[in-house]
C-alpha cells in the first residue's frame, strides 16, 4: 500500500513538475516557501555552533561558572551562554514569576522574554585556525498573555482542581489526635516533634507527592497546551553579530555578519494565521576571500504569509505568500520563490500530501518561473515551519 | 527547602491575631512554579496561586479560638521561568513562614511543610 501511494505520488510529482511554465522546477518542498522564522536567535546560531555547547545561566552561580570557562580550553572546542537576565534569580535583573504573569505587566513579560548569548570557537579554514566570536540578543512577546506558556502555567491554578491540599489536612487530622493525645493544645516543642513524625510517615509523604504531582500536572498540560496553539499572536526581535580573526599576530578582527530580524505571527480567529518577516544579514563575510581582500555581501528577505488551518484537528492547511526573494544573489539563504500557494492535507497518520505552486525568479536572468510540486511526506507534521516561531 | 516559622511566641510555638476578621497573603517573589497551602482546622484552605494576582490576599472571618495550622511549600522547576523561590505567608499582617532557596539541579521540585497555631482572640 505504501508503495502503492509513492509510486501514485512520484507520477502526480512528475506530470506536475511538467506543468512548468519555464526553467527547472524547484526539487524541494520546502524551497517554496520563504524561511519566515525568527532566523539567528542566539550568538551560538551566528557561529553555527552546537546547542549542546551553550550552558543556559539560571543562576548566579551558574554565571559564574560559565565565564570562567569561557577562557578555559573549553572554548577552543566552542563554547556558548545563554543568558535570561529576568530569569536568572540575579538580584537587581530578575523578574518574580508572580510579576511576569500579573495582568497589566508589559514591560515585565518584555524582559522576561528577552535573552543575551555569546559563543566563540575556532574554525578551520583553507587550514588557518580563526577564532570567532559572536553576540547576540533575542526578545520575544506574546501579544495576548494568556497564550503566553509562562502565563498560562499560573493560570491553570484557576481550576480548583489543580489546588490540591491533601497533606495539610492529613497533617491536621494528625495535629487533631495528638491534641486529644496529650489533651492540651500542642506548644512548640510538642509542633515540632510531631512535625519531625510525621516527616517519615509514608502516608505523610504520599500525600505530599500527590499534591506535588497534581500542580505540576496542571502546570504542565497547561504550558503543552498553551505552546500547542498554532496560531498564538507573538512578535519576535533578533540582533547579532559575528567577528572573526586569524591567528597572525597583527591580524584585525573582521565583522562575520550582522543579522537583524523581526518577525510576527498574528492569530485570525481559530483558523487564520498571518506571519510577516523582515530579515536582513548585512556585512556578511565571503570566508572564501579571507586569505585576500576580504568581499561582503547583504541580503534582505521581506515576507508576508497567510495560512488557513481547517478541521477540528487541523488536517489541513491552506497558504499564500509573498515574499523578495531574490534567487539571483549568491547570499541569500532566502532561495526562496517571489509568489507561492500550498495545501498541506493530512491523508494517513504521520502522512502529508503537500501541493505547492510558485513563481520565482530564474537564477541565470531577469525573467520569472513557473513551479509546481506534490509531494507526500512521511512525518507527524507539515513542512510547514511552525508559525510564530 | 526550609520552611522558616516567624513571630511566634516561642513557647506556645502560637501566633495571636485580632479577630474575628482575619487578613491572610500568600505570595512568591521567585522566578520557580510555586504553590503554596495553608490549611486550618476549621476546614478553612488558602491556596497560592489562584490565577488572580501576583498574591494571594483573603480575608476570612474566624471565631475567637485556637486553630492548628499547616503551611505547605511546594517550589518546581518545570522549565518553564525559572528554579528560585521566595514565600511568603503573613496572618493578620504578621510574616509568619517564609521559605527561600532554589530548586537544586537535576531535581523537579523541593517541598516542605511546618505547623503552628493561631489564636484569634
Known amino acids: 500500500m505504501r508503495n502503492l501511494i509513492l509510486m501514485i505520488a512520484g507520477v502526480a510529482c512528475a506530470s506536475i513538475s511538467a506543468l512548468a511554465a519555464e526553467g527547472d522546477p524547484k526539487g524541494n518542498i520546502s524551497d517554496f516557501l520563504a524561511n519566515i522564522d525568527a532566523g539567528v536567535v542566539s550568538a551560538g546560531d551566528v557561529l553555527g555552533l552546537s546547542s549542546s555547547a551553550i550552558t543556559t545561566v539560571q543562576t548566579p552561580k551558574d554565571l559564574i561558572v560559565a565565564l570562567s570557562s569561557a577562557s578555559s580550553d573549553k572554548a577552543k572546542a566552542g563554547f556558548g551562554i545563554s543568558f535570561t537576565p529576568a530569569r536568572s534569580g540575579v538580584d537587581g535583573m530578575a523578574v518574580s514569576l508572580a510579576d511576569y504573569t500579573a495582568p497589566g505587566n508589559t514591560t515585565k513579560r518584555l524582559w522576561g522574554a528577552t535573552t ?5 570557537n575556532i574554525q578551520a579554514i583553507s587550514g588557518v585556525d580563526y577564532r570567532q566570536d559572536a553576540i547576540a540578543v533575542h526578545l520575544s512577546y506574546y501579544l495576548d498573555p494568556d497564550e503566553d506558556p509562562v502565563v498560562a502555567s499560573v493560570n491553570a491554578f484557576k481550576a480548583a482542581g489543580c489546588r490540591s491540599a491533601q497533606s495539610g489536612d492529613q497533617i491536621l487530622a494528625a495535629m487533631a489526635a495528638k491534641r486529644v493525645e496529650l489533651g492540651h493544645s500542642l506548644n512548640a516543642k510538642e509542633q515540632q516533634a510531631l512535625r519531625g513524625v510525621l516527616q517519615g510517615t509514608l502516608s505523610i509523604k504520599e500525600a505530599l507527592a500527590l499534591d506535588a504531582k497534581v ?10 497546551k498553551a505552546k500547542a496553539k498554532w496560531n498564538a499572536s507573538q512578535i519576535a526581535l533578533t540582533a547579532g553579530q559575528g567577528w572573526i580573526r586569524s591567528p597572525a599576530a597583527d591580524a584585525a578582527r573582521l565583522t562575520l555578519a550582522r543579522h537583524i530580524t523581526l518577525s510576527g505571527a498574528v492569530g485570525a480567529g481559530n483558523d487564520g494565521l498571518l506571519n510577516l518577516t523582515l530579515r536582513r544579514v548585512s556585512h556578511e563575510v565571503d570566508l572564501t576571500t579571507l586569505a585576500a581582500t576580504p568581499q561582503y555581501r547583504t541580503s534582505t528577505l521581506a515576507a508576508v504569509r497567510y495560512t488557513l488551518g481547517y478541521g477540528n484537528d487541523r488536517d489541513t492547511y491552506a497558504i499564500a505568500e509573498i515574499s523578495n526573494a531574490k534567487a539571483d544573489s549568491p547570499t541569500l539563504s532566502n532561495a526562496a520563490f517571489k509568489y507561492a500557494l500550498g495545501v498541506d492535507h493530512k491523508v494517513g497518520e504521520n502522512m502529508w500530501l503537500e501541493f505547492r505552486l510558485g513563481r520565482s525568479r530564474v537564477v541565470d536572468g531577469g525573467g520569472q518561473q513557473t513551479a509546481a510540486l506534490l509531494g507526500l511526506k512521511f512525518a507527524p507534521s507539515t513542512t510547514l515551519p511552525k508559525p510564530g516561531s | 527547602m526550609q520552611i522558616e516559622l516567624k513571630n511566634l511566641d516561642t513557647v506556645e510555638g502560637a501566633l495571636t491575631v485580632k479577630g474575628p476578621q482575619v487578613e491572610v497573603t500568600l505570595g512568591d517573589a521567585g522566578q520557580a512554579n510555586v504553590t503554596i ?4 482546622s476549621d476546614g478553612t484552605h488558602f491556596f497560592y496561586p489562584d490565577g488572580s494576582g501576583k498574591v494571594l490576599n483573603a480575608t476570612t472571618t474566624l471565631p475567637p479560638g485556637d486553630y ?8 518546581m522547576h518545570l522549565d518553564v521561568f525559572g528554579t528560585t523561590y521566595r514565600s511568603k505567608v503573613t ?7 517564609t521559605a527561600q532557596g532554589s530548586v537544586a539541579a537535576g531535581q523537579k521540585s523541593e ?6 497555631r493561631l489564636i484569634v482572640r
Not at chain 1, 500542580?215 to 503543552?224: F, S, T, Y
Not at chain 2, 496572618?91 to 513562614?97: D, L, S
Request: aromatic residues 10%; proline residues 0%; contains cysteine.
Open chain 1, 116 to 120: 543575551f548569548s555569546y559563543a566563540q
Open chain 2, 111 to 116: 517541598q516542605d511543610f511546618q505547623i503552628f
Open chain 2, 37 to 40: 497551602a495553608l490549611s486550618l
Open chain 2, 68 to 75: 492548628d495550622c499547616v503551611v505547605v511549600v511546594n517550589a
Open chain 1, 215 to 224: 500542580a505540576g500536572d496542571c502546570i504542565e498540560a497547561a504550558v503543552k
Open chain 2, 91 to 97: 496572618i493578620g499582617g504578621i510574616t509568619v513562614a
